[in-house]
């Protein structure tokens, strides 16, 4: 056993549930994790890159730590939604970590998953790939969870080190309450699969990074308890302005139209992982 603290994770660009009536600001969690590689070589992997909304944010970001893109050594997709991937071409050096199933399924998601647009399979061949799934380790103290449901190929990081276990969940657990009411609110692959993905998920971790909310921690009575200070500010009104208004409601939770259709793909799913398998065995065996 190492004596080392283990890799540390940290929260480059907040992820936030704020949304409008006029579109979604898709604000996701980037995170970023140093540790050592098995060589003992410092390695920096960022997780989820996030939209071009946010670009000067992530770039900002990461030189008041003193870095820069080319600093990032790794690049991990959590799923390749159109909030989390549209980044990926400010770290084009550095490899890029997916689910195979995610990527297979970028060359021709459903047309009703306004989230995967067309051109998604598109941009992640320009990176250097390298497929990801559970139990792989990315460096020491650092591994991937499947997390399937709200996309076929969800992967969540888990992060361990003297602190506990720490997860990155993507939006396999889009906001803390989701650990509670266990209802993801946006499906695109599967409920159930989404289901079990937001209990081993909360099974899991002590402290999860959720895809869109701040890093939280569930107490013994069951309540949520944030281990960040809440920063958001909103530029360009005040809450004089007319016609500004404010609202806690949250949509229920929605299941991609046409879902049902996916369920005939399943098997082709089933099939690659079959095979991927089989290959694991030969080269391992
Ligand atoms: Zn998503």
Redesign the pocket.
């Known amino acids: 056993m190492s004596t080392a603290p283990g890799p540390a994770i940290e929260v480059l660009l907040d992820g936030y549930g704020v949304n409008t009536n006029l579109g979604l600001t898709a604000l996701c969690s980037v995170l970023l994790i140093e540790g050592t590689d098995a060589a003992q070589r410092p390695t920096r992997i960022l997780v989820d890159p996030a939209h071009v909304g946010r670009r000067t944010f992530l770039w900002e970001a990461l030189a008041a730590r003193g870095l820069g893109p080319a600093d990032i050594d790794m690049v991990v997709l959590t799923?390749a939604?159109w909030?989390?991937v549209q980044n990926i071409d400010v770290f084009d050096h550095a490899p890029l970590f997916v689910h195979p199933d995610e990527r297979h399924y970028a060359h021709s998601p459903h047309r009703e998953d306004w989230?995967t647009p067309a051109w998604t399979g598109d941009i992640l061949e320009r990176m250097d790939i390298r497929e990801i799934e559970d139990g792989d380790e990315l460096i020491p103290g650092v591994r991937v969870v499947d997390l399937a449901g709200?996309?076929v190929g969800s992967v969540g990081i888990t992060v361990e080190n003297s602190d506990g276990l720490s997860l990155i969940t993507?939006?396999a657990l889009h906001y803390a309450h989701v650990a509670l009411t266990r209802a993801n609110p946006?499906v695109?692959w599967d409920p159930d699969q989404a289901v079990a993905s937001i209990d081993r998920a909360v099974s899991l971790a002590d402290v999860i990074y959720p895809?869109h909310d701040q890093p939280f921690r569930l107490t013994a009575d069951r309540s949520i308890e944030y281990v960040r200070p809440f920063c958001l500010t909103i530029t360009g009104a005040t809450p004089d302005r007319p016609g500004l208004s404010f609202s806690d409601e949250r949509a229920a939770p929605w299941n991609m139209p046409g879902i049902a259709d996916l369920a005939g793909r399943k098997a082709e799913f089933e099939a690659a992982a079959a095979a991927r398998r089989a290959q694991r065995e030969r080269a391992s065996g």
């Open positions: 799923h939604h909030d989390h989230a709200h996309t993507g939006d946006l695109f895809g």
